[in-house]
C-alpha cells in the first residue's frame, strides 16, 4: 500500500480509498449487508485506511454498514472515515440542500449512523446554487473546531466554487470524477488543487465499472442501476468504450503484465490523483488490490493510453448526468 499525507492535517492515509456507494444499495440495484461488511474488512485487510461513504447512499444504509463493519472489527481508531452532507432526499429523489439547518441535522445524524463521534473528513457532496459557499464553509470549519471533524473537503466544485467556499473557512481536499474515460478535471481543477496544495481524492477510477474488464455489451442491469441511465454504457457510445476496454487490457498484458483494472487505478494514481476511490460490495473484488502497486505506468505507455483513447472513443461524454438536482429545480420538476 502507499500513503500520502493531506495538507494542511495530521491525516496520513492509503492511497487507495474504499468506495461504498454500492454498498448502499441506491441505484445499484440493491445491496447485501453481510457482504459489504466482509468487503470492507477484506480491504481493510489488504492495507485500506481510508473508506468513504454518504447518508444519501442507501439513504442512511452505507454508513450504517460502515459503522457496523468497523465495530465488529473494533478498528475504528485505525481507519479514516470520510463521509458527506449536502444532499437531502424525498420519496427516493436526491436534490441538493446546504442550508445551514440540514446541513447540521444531516451530519448529527451520519455520526449515529456510523457510531462515532467525529469522522476524519466531511465533505460538501455537490454545491448548492440556492446557498452561499461562503456560509456553507462556516458550517463546516464550526465542526473543525468542535472536532467533529478533522478535515474539511468539497465534492464536484468548481475552481471558482471552492475559491468562494474558502472565503468562509479551510479546505482540505477535493473530491471530482476522474479516471481514464473521464479527464475533464485536466483543464483546470486538477492545476489548481497543486498550486493551493489540495488534496485530491478522485472518485470513479473504474468508471462504474467499466474499466474493470468485465462489462459486456450484453449485460443487462436491474432495478435502478445508475448504468440504465449513463450514455456510456449505451450504443452507440458502448462498442466505442469496450473496444478502448479491450485495447487497454491487451496494453497492460504485454506491458506490465496486469489487468485493464490495476491499469485504469495505477493511471489515476500517477496521473496527478492522490486518492483514489475504489468502489466495490463483494470481499472478491478487492483480490486485485497487491497489485496496484510496486510498479509506475511510464510515458511511453502514457502516450500509447492516450492514442488508444483518441482511435477508440470518438463521442465521448463525461459523468454528467450524475448531477442531483437544486431544490429549485425539484420544486419545478
Not at 457482504?35 to 454518504?54: C, E, N, P, S, Y
Not at 442501476?225 to 450514455?231: A, G, T, V, Y
Request: aromatic share 10%; glycine share 8%; hydrophobic share 35%.
Amino acid at each position: 500500500m502507499e500513503f500520502t499525507q493531506i495538507p494542511g492535517t495530521d491525516l496520513k492515509v492509503s492511497r487507495i480509498a474504499l468506495g461504498t456507494w454500492a454498498m448502499g444499495g441506491w441505484m445499484w440495484g440493491g445491496t447485501d449487508e453481510a457482504q459489504a461488511i466482509k468487503t470492507i474488512h477484506a480491504a481493510i485487510d489488504k492495507g485500506v485506511t481510508l473508506i468513504d461513504t454518504a447518508p444519501v447512499y442507501g439513504f442512511g444504509l452505507s454508513e450504517q454498514i460502515v459503522g457496523k463493519a468497523l465495530a465488529q472489527k473494533k478498528c475504528r481508531d485505525q481507519v479514516f472515515i470520510s463521509t458527506k452532507t449536502g444532499i437531502d432526499w424525498q420519496d427516493g429523489n436526491v436534490f441538493r440542500d446546504c442550508s445551514p439547518d440540514y446541513l447540521r441535522r444531516n451530519f448529527a445524524d451520519s455520526l449515529k449512523n456510523l457510531q462515532t463521534d467525529h469522522v476524519d473528513i466531511l465533505f460538501v457532496h455537490w454545491p448548492d446554487p440556492l446557498e452561499p459557499f461562503e456560509e456553507t464553509a462556516r458550517v463546516l470549519n464550526q465542526f473543525l473546531k468542535e472536532g467533529k471533524t478533522r478535515a474539511v473537503g468539497v465534492s464536484n466544485y468548481s475552481p471558482e466554487q471552492i475559491a468562494a467556499f474558502q472565503k468562509g473557512g479551510a479546505v482540505h481536499t477535493v473530491q471530482p470524477p476522474y479516471n481514464l474515460f473521464e479527464r475533464e478535471i485536466e483543464a483546470d481543477l486538477m492545476p489548481f488543487c497543486q498550486k493551493n496544495h489540495l488534496s485530491l481524492m478522485t472518485y470513479g477510477a473504474l468508471c462504474r465499472g467499466l474499466l474493470s474488464g468485465k462489462v459486456t455489451a450484453s449485460r443487462e442491469y436491474q432495478a435502478d442501476d445508475l448504468r440504465k441511465k449513463d450514455p456510456k454504457f449505451k450504443e452507440p457510445r458502448l462498442n466505442q468504450y469496450l473496444a478502448a476496454v479491450e485495447r487497454l487490457d491487451h496494453l497492460a498484458k504485454e506491458r506490465f503484465d496486469r489487468g485493464v483494472l490495476h491499469l485504469a487505478v495505477r493511471w489515476v494514481l500517477d496521473h496527478g490523483g492522490d486518492i483514489a476511490l475504489w468502489g466495490g460490495r463483494k470481499p472478491n473484488q478487492m483480490d486485485p488490490l497487491p497489485e496496484i502497486f510496486g510498479w509506475r505506468i511510464d510515458h511511453e505507455a502514457r502516450r500509447a493510453i492516450d492514442q488508444i483513447l483518441e482511435e477508440t472513443v470518438k463521442d465521448p461524454v463525461g459523468p454528467e448526468f450524475m448531477a442531483p438536482p437544486s431544490r429549485q429545480q425539484k420544486e419545478k420538476s
